[in-house]
C-alpha cells in the first residue's frame, strides 16, 4: 500500500524555523519526484518546491526562493522541507505527493498524496 506520512508541523515564530518530514512506504521512493504543496484557508493548493528523481534537481517557487529547501534520502525513503526565515503568509497545511520521476507545478500531476501537517507561523 503506497503511503506517505507528513510531520514536522507546529506553531512557530515570524523569523523562526521548522523541518517538515515526509515517509514515503509503499513503493521505492528513487523512481518518483517528490512535491511539497502548501494550502491556506479560502486559497488553492499551490506548489512549494520538488525535487526530482532522474538527477535531483530541485524547483521552487518565488515565495519560498532562498528561505526553503528541499532534499531526500532515498535510502531511508524519506523526504524533507526545511524551513528558514519563515513568515506569517507561509501559514498552511503542507502536503507531500509523488509522481513518476519527473517534477510538475500542477497537483494533479501527482498520484499519491499524505494528508497533511499544519504550519502555523504567528507571533
Known amino acids: 500500500q503506497v503511503q506517505l506520512v507528513e510531520s514536522g508541523g507546529g506553531l512557530v515564530q515570524p523569523g523562526g524555523s521548522l523541518r517538515l518530514s515526509c515517509a514515503a512506504s509503499?513503493?521505492?521512493?528513487?523512481?518518483?519526484?517528490i512535491g511539497w504543496f502548501r494550502q491556506a484557508p479560502g486559497k488553492e493548493r499551490e506548489g512549494v518546491s520538488c525535487i526530482s528523481s532522474r538527477d535531483g534537481s530541485t524547483l521552487y517557487a518565488d515565495s519560498v526562493k532562498g528561505r526553503f529547501t528541499i532534499s531526500r534520502d532515498n535510502a531511508k525513503n524519506m523526504l524533507y522541507l526545511q524551513m528558514n526565515s519563515l513568515k506569517p503568509e507561509d501559514t498552511a497545511v503542507y502536503y507531500c505527493a509523488a509522481r513518476l520521476i519527473t517534477c510538475s507545478r500542477w497537483p494533479g500531476a501527482y498520484g499519491y498524496w499524505g494528508q497533511g501537517t499544519q504550519v502555523t507561523v504567528s507571533s
Open positions: 509503499g513503493f521505492t521512493l528513487d523512481r518518483y519526484a
